[in-house]
């Protein structure tokens, strides 16, 4: 995540923090034009973020905003890549002291980016969980690895049809030399019903180290610690039944 080193109030009573400059460009630029990165690279940055979103997570904030625009590439130590998760601005925080039921009330927002966008989330802001960003990291994956996006339509009401039932093209569908494995466990972020979609952050990394650099494992590892501590999501949230 990007780094607030200060924050504070100025005489005049306006409030101030200070961020680390980031000096690179942003995922959504890198992918211009349909350009697919190398599966290793795809991963190890959808790993990058999973860290970055499980740190949140294990303080109960939810981002409920990923996508590339969001996720900065900065050069590391020995040219490496970094990814920097940014913008919180519409992102929700979990009250522990909240009834059951209620706990996701601190809502900054009610929007978000519809093509990254859970089903959940689009039927109601206020319900969406921590699976919610497993949904929009898995978009985010799948556009790295396959040039496209999962759902794709002509227009928002048919997006927003296709998202709330699944409608997605498979991974494979797209790029057929892509490992059956790999695109079981983008996929499974899909399932409408979020109960149905891994466990956690933690199981979606784990998944993702067969397909990574040599430092996948240890990314995963860092997801499963920091999750440890984590807050639970809801037992069950599951797809409203249809009204006659």
Same mark, same amino acid.
């Given at each position: 995540m990007v780094k607030i080193s200060e924050v504070g109030q100025l005489d005049s009573g306006t409030p101030y923090l200070v961020m680390e400059y980031l000096a690179g460009a942003t995922l959504d630029q890198r992918l211009l034009g349909d350009q697919r990165l190398p599966l290793e690279l795809a991963c190890d940055l959808a790993l990058q973020t999973a860290e970055g979103l499980a740190a949140a997570h294990a303080m109960g904030v939810i981002h409920?905003?990923?996508k590339p625009a969001n996720?900065?590439?900065?050069?590391?130590?020995?040219?490496?890549?970094?990814?920097?998760?940014?913008?919180?601005?519409?992102?929700?925080?979990?009250?522990?002291?909240?009834?059951?039921?209620?706990?996701?009330t601190r809502t900054q927002t009610s929007l978000g980016s519809p093509l990254y966008m859970s089903p959940e989330q689009m039927r109601s802001a206020r319900t969406a969980d &921590? *699976?919610?960003?497993?949904?929009?990291?898995? %978009?985010? #994956?799948?556009?790295?690895?396959?040039?496209?996006?999962p759902f794709e339509a002509s227009s928002m009401i048919r997006l927003c049809v296709l998202v709330l039932e699944g409608e997605f093209v498979p991974v494979r569908s797209r790029c057929p030399e892509l490992p059956a494995g790999f695109?079981?466990?983008?996929?499974?972020? &899909? *399932?409408?019903?979020?109960?149905?979609?891994? %466990?956690? #952050?933690?199981?979606?990394a784990l998944a993702l180290v067969p397909f990574a650099g040599p430092g996948g494992r240890e990314r995963a590892d860092h997801c499963?610690?920091?999750?440890?501590?984590?807050?639970?999501?809801?037992?069950?949230?599951?797809?409203?039944?249809?009204?006659?």
């Open positions: 409920r905003d990923i996720l900065y590439l900065v050069a590391g130590p020995e040219g490496a890549e970094l990814l920097k998760i940014a913008d919180f601005g519409v992102s929700k925080i979990l009250d522990p002291d909240e009834p059951e039921g209620h706990k996701l &921590f *699976r919610a960003d497993q949904w929009s990291l898995g %978009a985010v #994956l799948y556009r790295m690895a396959t040039g496209h996006l695109a079981a466990a983008v996929e499974r972020c &899909f *399932r409408v019903s979020p109960v149905e979609r891994h %466990a956690d #952050l933690a199981e979606l499963r610690a920091l999750l440890g501590a984590a807050p639970p999501a809801p037992a069950t949230l599951a797809p409203p039944a249809p009204t006659s």
